[in-house]
């Protein structure tokens, strides 16, 4: 990483759905402890929502779910007063980099995002282009800002190197060596996967049919206790070590998902319940999922009954970001050769 550039975080998530427990221990418990670390950027991420089915995207919906996601970040700890927190459409450079990098990136890189060949399945001629070059919109997301770290998901860590491949190309293309940073990716946590519930070999989705394969933000304690307690397992006492992992992917998902609650190792955690029953185990396990998210479910629902506050939170933190964009975008602009 070149000096040149200040060490700066940017990530986002979609309005789309509601957050389960698998976006708060994969993104936002990490979010919470870097922004103590380093400066933080966090962006809900509206236009990428777009490009979900287009039965999805209404107004109404974009805007109740662009409020809830905001009202997450707050409820898990993200402070807007030090941490931005905004809508990614409210800052305009990000649209406008975007097109500059679409002029950039090729489509053989695009061909090898395995990501839309999943979302688009066997019918990609009828996906949106949007869908298609989301990556790179989220390289413009990350690279306005010229954010240097961007804490990611495995499926999201391919799109991330495409933005430093495109990063690089600029600044080659138009003979500014270092302009853009290659920005790293952070991953971190013994759960940065959460698995369904209900299969554990899935990943734990906002899509998921059953309710029960999550556990959602919004869940109140009795809830998330019984899904817990409802969760898939399998006749044997839980694991003591790894080695009995092999075959068990619902018994590594809880135990890892423990661990992470508890700010502990899967190993401490085997330590401590290797051998037991999966219901003593479950009734641990809920009442510390209950101790950790039913608060972030009261905060969300204390700040989405003052929606205004929210816009304004929203509003502030926009104007923020565009402070940062703007300039470096203003720089693009006279790169390329546009005339201001």
Request: charged letters at 25%; hydrophobic letters at 40%.
């Amino acid at each position: 990483m070149s000096a040149t550039h200040p060490q700066l975080v940017l990530s986002g998530m979609q309005p789309t759905n509601t957050l389960h427990l698998g976006n708060y221990l994969g993104a936002l418990k990490n979010w919470v402890r870097m922004q103590n670390e380093m400066p933080c950027l966090f962006c809900v991420v509206d236009m990428h929502a777009l490009t979900q089915d287009s039965g999805y995207a209404k107004a109404d919906d974009v805007r109740r779910a662009t409020r809830e996601v905001t009202a997450a970040y707050i409820a898990a700890g993200v402070e807007p007063a030090r941490t931005p927190i905004f809508a990614q459409s409210a800052v305009a450079q990000h649209a406008e980099l975007a097109w500059i990098f679409n002029c950039v990136a090729r489509l053989g890189w695009l061909d090898r995002m395995t990501q839309f060949k999943e979302k688009s399945g066997k019918h990609k001629e009828r996906s949106s282009v949007g869908l298609y070059t989301y990556p790179v919109l989220m390289a413009a997301d990350i690279l306005v800002y010229k954010a240097t770290h961007v804490p990611v998901g495995e499926d999201q860590k391919q799109h991330l190197e495409l933005a430093r491949d495109i990063a690089q190309k600029f600044n080659n293309d138009f003979g500014v060596p270092d302009f853009f940073p290659l920005p790293e990716p952070v991953i971190t946590g013994p759960a940065t996967r959460v698995m369904s519930l209900r299969d554990g070999t899935k990943k734990m989705s906002k899509t998921e049919e059953s309710d029960n394969s999550r556990i959602n933000l919004t869940d109140s304690a009795e809830v998330i206790a019984q899904k817990i307690r409802k969760a898939k397992t399998d006749p044997l006492p839980l694991p003591a070590d790894k080695k009995e992992f092999e075959g068990r992917p619902e018994a590594e998902n809880l135990i890892n998902i423990y661990a992470a609650l508890a700010d502990t190792t899967a190993a401490t955690v085997m330590g401590e319940f290797g051998g037991r029953q999966f219901s003593e185990f479950k009734n641990a396990l809920a009442d510390l999922t209950v101790a950790k998210i039913a608060p972030i479910a009261d905060g969300m629902r204390r700040l989405l009954a003052d929606e205004a506050e929210l816009d304004r939170i929203l509003k502030e933190s926009a104007t923020k970001a565009r402070a940062i964009a703007a300039p470096i975008m203003a720089e693009v602009k006279r790169v390329v050769g546009f005339v201001s």
